[in-house]
């Protein structure tokens, strides 16, 4: 299992091994009976204190996630607690998830950093947009959509778009059949 630990972050250096190890039993990246590093190895490895690891893994083990062998480490334990995962465990759990497969992928951590960074910087639609010049059909559509869509619909012409895209989602219809129909119905036929 790899490791990763952001100094600069609000979150314990202790509570990040804590939170790691945990996913990892969880995603069962880490076995029932896996010895875990030593406390001397992963604080080598990390630049951590050693103090730091000692007492991560008492939380771990106080939470019944791993049990202390004397003279032998540290191992995961057989059953995982029968605790309920908490909605933030779960949250964890669907993070964890998102940096192995970045890192099956390939992808940095900076590189993972920045995507994300940029996700969360865009306001999310909160709403449907239904650009459409023809007043009456923007009208029944927009009735029909909102039957159909959980975010509420809004509508508006060619004209006034620029000014309502922020935080929608676009919807325009199609130039065809539907749209000449429209426009043949209104123009009067000549006859030869």
């Not at 939380?59 to 540290?74: K, T, Y």
């Not at 009456?136 to 778009?161: K, W």
Request: hydrophobic fraction near 40%; charge should be positive; glycine fraction near 6%.
């Amino acid at each position: 299992m790899q490791l990763w630990f952001a100094r600069g972050s609000e979150v314990s250096i202790r509570q990040q091994l804590v939170t790691q190890i945990v996913l990892g039993i969880l995603g069962d990246e880490l076995a029932p009976g896996q010895r875990l590093p030593s406390t001397r190895e992963l604080a080598r490895r990390f630049h951590l204190h050693p103090n730091t690891v000692s007492a991560g893994y008492r939380q771990l083990a106080r939470d019944r996630w791993v049990e202390n062998r004397r003279g032998s480490g540290v191992f995961v334990r057989a059953n995982k607690p029968e605790t309920a995962l908490s909605s933030g465990l779960a949250l964890d759990q669907l993070i964890a998830g998102l940096f192995r497969a970045a890192r099956k992928q390939g992808v940095s951590l900076p590189v993972l950093r920045s995507r994300l960074r940029q996700c969360l910087e865009l306001q999310p639609p909160d709403h449907f947009l239904l650009v459409e010049s023809d007043e009456e059909l923007r009208r029944i559509v927009a009735a029909e959509m909102q039957q159909a869509v959980n975010l509420p619909v809004m509508r508006c012409g060619l004209e006034d778009c620029q000014t309502a895209l922020d935080g929608s989602i676009p919807v325009a219809l199609p130039l065809g059949k539907l749209s000449n129909t429209m426009d043949a119905s209104r123009q009067p036929r000549s006859h030869y």
